[in-house]
Nanobody
Framework: QVLLVESGGGLVQAGGSLRLSCAASRISVGANAMGWYRQGPGKQRDLVAG???????YYGEFVKGRFTISRDNAKNTVYLQMNSLKPDDTAVYYCAAHRGMVISADQVRYWGRGTQVTVSS
């Protein structure tokens, strides 16, 4: 059974930073297109950042240089470094593994359970 387990969420003040981790089991983060999505209260689930099986990265427009996605193949873990956090970044953040090379919500094969990020003003 494939498992994606997120950690690192929490409560932070506006302007602060958090680093989310996604530890994967029975799937290689280096061989798959991985991503982070988020869903705020009453909102749809949006792509935050994605990384291909190579080195290509993708970011949602709202990120605007504040977040960085990376992975450690040896630890089989994907990270999301989030800086300059804003109250609008408050959401549940989900790790995802995609079926193929396309990084979009409709191509996700496996989802993690999510980690809550709350940014206070």
């Amino acid at each position: 059974q494939v498992l994606l387990v997120e950690s690192g969420g929490g409560l932070v003040q506006a302007g602060g930073s958090l680093r989310l981790s996604c530890a994967a089991s029975r799937i290689s983060v280096g061989a798959n297109a991985m991503g982070w999505y988020r869903q705020g209260p009453g909102k749809q689930r949006d792509l935050v950042a994605g990384i291909s099986s190579g080195v290509t990265t993708y970011y949602g427009e709202f990120v605007k240089g504040r977040f960085t996605i990376s992975r450690d193949n040896a630890k089989n873990t994907v990270y999301l470094q989030m800086n300059s956090l804003k109250p609008d970044d408050t959401a549940v953040y989900y790790c995802a593994a995609h079926r193929g090379m396309v990084i979009s919500a409709d191509q996700v094969r496996y989802w993690g359970r999510g980690t809550q990020v709350t940014v206070s003003s």
